[in-house]
């Protein structure tokens, strides 16, 4: 990581970067969630840099580890990615949330947001650059702030692997979100090999009854301890910690009515003293 970082002096601190002689018609966030996968974190940026520049947008990459021996919570990560990224900057126009195992191959899948929300990674090398299914969502996304907004987000109960990705999937179309793709010869991925996470227990049980939870479930009901926040030179990184039986505990409580949490103000105003790798609880 070190000589990928002496070989990126065209970085801002933090992971960005945008076009000199011209202004980008997005700014986009990058998310990745993440948990220990280090090479694969390498070979992403390395590829994902270039790429990015290329196509000449104003871009930074957020990398949000899950620091805790809870099962890993993609669906949550993302929402939290796109939380911070909104707090310690301008908020972002546009979201790319991105597995740390995808490779975009062509340079014409532009890294932007349209009026429908884009799955961007329909053609997987290693599922034959066919797409599995059609209401498939995971794996690479861009979708608007104002559409992750409308659909509150990804669901934060997918502890495990699966599932939250058709969550957000009935989500979109739920609030009448088509969603696109581009073309199978440019929708090109190449995915990097790697063990198998244990599936999400309850993942079905989530899915059918996701409906009932749109509106409390979601980037609005975020509970979660930042324990660092950190400008590195290739990403920022967003690292937390997630309980499981509190995240589960929170959407119950918020739906019997017992309690009533105000979640719009849930996240601080930033100030940059917050930047830190210390310990702090939100
Ligand atoms: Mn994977």
Known sequence: MEQLELLHTELEAGGSWYPVNCSSRHRVAIVVPYRDRVDHLRILLEHLHPFLQKQLLDYKIFVVEQDSSAPFNRGMLMNIGFKEANSVDHPYDCFIFHDVDLLPEDDRNIYDCAEKPRHMSAAVDTLG??????????????????????????????????????????????????????????????????????PARNRMKYLNGGISRYDRDGVNSLIYKLTALDRRKLFTLVSVVIDESTVIKVIIIMRCGLQRYDYTNFHRVFEPHHWSTGHRLI
């Open 129 to 198: 650059y066919k797409l599995p299914y059609a209401n498939l969502f995971g794996g690479v996304s861009a979708i608007s702030r104002q559409q992750f907004e409308l659909v509150n987000g990804y669901s934060n109960k997918f502890f495990g692997w699966g599932g939250e990705d058709d969550d957000i999937f009935n989500r979109l179309k739920y609030n009448d979100l088509k969603i696109s793709r581009r073309p199978m010869n440019i929708a090109r991925y190449k995915m990097l090999q790697h063990r198998k996470n244990p």
